[in-house]
Every structure is written in structure tokens, then in C-alpha cells.
């Protein structure tokens, strides 16, 4: 009997692309009316290319930015990006369509409710208090709680399952991500449902293919009354 329902963060109860994508685009604009001597597509091209080096979650990434297309921090320049990325981003740290119906009617059910997130602890909760969905989770598992542990690794999720007093399979992962957030909860033995309204890479040749599939998170309270 499923007691137990854990969540993914980003891009599952979150838009983070969107998010990431317009305020990344807001800070480059920035930078350039500031006196940055770049083209804009070119120095998106070039950020996004150290995100995937240093991580998307990396704090210090316009620093790493000017430095490598200047030779140097300008702090003008600097400034202005961060203010122009945290005001935008600010405004886009709503959840998704139809989270906050669905985590009530959880909750009335009487679900447990997780969040398992790969982000780091500050930032995790930050996203969820901008949400105002923090008190839906009796527990939240970040990087930090999990040891710098990321998911596929078993041990966010057997954290997660410890603190809510549930066995794998008395729970259901939900997330975006077939590699990391499916197949890790997969491995354990937990029923796995994917995001697609949040999927964006596509399943690499390891992958563990989910037990469902959804396009609104609301399709989850149907799969739960089957199951």
C-alpha cells in the first residue's frame, strides 16, 4: 500500500529552465548595457558552456564569465547581471500549474510528502518558502543532507524513506529526469512517475524507464487511487 509520495524540485514542481533561461538571458542583456564588447547570442552561448562546466546551481558564474571574456571582474558589469538575474528570477519562482491543488489533496488523503532535490540546502528551501509550499513536506533531502550524494545514488532517497518511516515500496518518486530522478528511485524498488510537462534530456542507455507518465501533475492523484 503506497503511503508515502516524494518529489523531485526542479522542473517537477518548478519551472526551473524557464526560470534559469530568462534570467540568464535578463543578466547577459545587463552586462552588455553595461559595456560588455559582446555579442548577445555569442555570450549566452558562453555562459551556458560554464554552466555546464562548474554546474547549474554554481554561485559564482558571472565572475568565471568576465573573467574569461574580459581577462578580469569588472564590477559594473557584475552588478548590474546579478540585479538584473535576481529580479527576474524572483519572478518566475511559482510552481507549476495545478501543484498547489494537488499537494492539498494529498494531503487530505493522507500522504506522507518528500522532497528529494540534488540542489543545495539554502536554495532548496528558498525556492520552496518562494513557492509557499514548504509546509505540504514533512520532510525535505538536499545535497547537503545527503553527504554531496546526487541522485542516482540511492542514498537521498533511503534518507528521504528513513525520516518519512516508509519502505521503497510503500512510496512513489515523482520527477523529470529518466536518469537520475527514475532510475535511482527505480533501482530501490519505488513505483516511479516522470514529469514529461518538466522532462527535458532525454533517457541515456542505463536508464530505468518509469511505471507511469504524466503530462499535469493532477494526472497523479488518478495513478495513486489504482495503485
Known amino acids: 500500500m503506497i503511503k508515502a509520495v516524494l518529489f523531485d524540485l526542479d522542473n517537477t514542481l518548478l519551472d526551473f529552465l524557464r526560470m534559469k533561461n ?4 535578463a543578466a547577459v542583456s545587463a552586462m552588455i548595457d553595461a559595456g560588455l564588447p559582446m555579442e548577445k547570442n555569442k555570450a549566452l552561448k558562453m555562459l551556458w558552456e560554464l554552466y555546464d562546466d562548474y554546474g547549474i546551481e554554481y554561485g559564482e558564474i558571472m565572475q568565471k564569465f568576465l573573467k574569461k571574456t574580459l581577462g578580469e571582474i569588472d ?8 540585479i538584473a538575474y535576481r529580479r ?18 494529498l494531503k487530505e488523503r493522507g500522504y506522507k510528502l518528500a522532497v528529494v532535490s540534488d ?13 509557499k509550499i514548504t509546509d505540504f513536506f514533512d520532510v525535505v533531502v538536499t545535497m547537503d543532507d545527503s553527504n554531496g550524494k546526487l541522485k542516482p545514488d540511492p542514498l537521498p532517497y533511503t534518507i528521504a524513506m528513513k ?12 520527477g523529470d529526469n529518466t536518469n537520475r ?3 535511482g528511485a527505480k533501482k530501490l524498488g519505488m513505483v516511479t ?10 533517457p541515456g542507455k542505463n536508464a530505468k524507464m518509469p511505471d507511469y ?11 495513486l487511487e489504482k495503485i
Open 75 to 82: 564590477y559594473r558589469m557584475l552588478a548590474r547581471g546579478i
Open 213 to 223: 507518465s504524466i503530462k499535469d501533475i493532477s494526472e497523479l492523484l488518478k495513478i
Open 193 to 202: 512517475v516522470l514529469a514529461k510537462y518538466g522532462e527535458w534530456s532525454k
Open 119 to 131: 540542489a543545495p540546502r539554502m536554495r532548496a528551501w528558498l525556492r520552496l518558502a518562494s513557492m
Open 163 to 174: 525520516k518519512l518511516g516508509m519502505k521503497p515500496e510503500q512510496s512513489v518518486f515523482v
Open 22 to 25: 530568462t534570467s540568464v538571458d
Open 88 to 105: 527576474v528570477k524572483s519572478s518566475f519562482l511559482e510552481p507549476y500549474p495545478h501543484v498547489v491543488p494537488t499537494l492539498i489533496r
Open 181 to 183: 530522478d527514475i532510475t
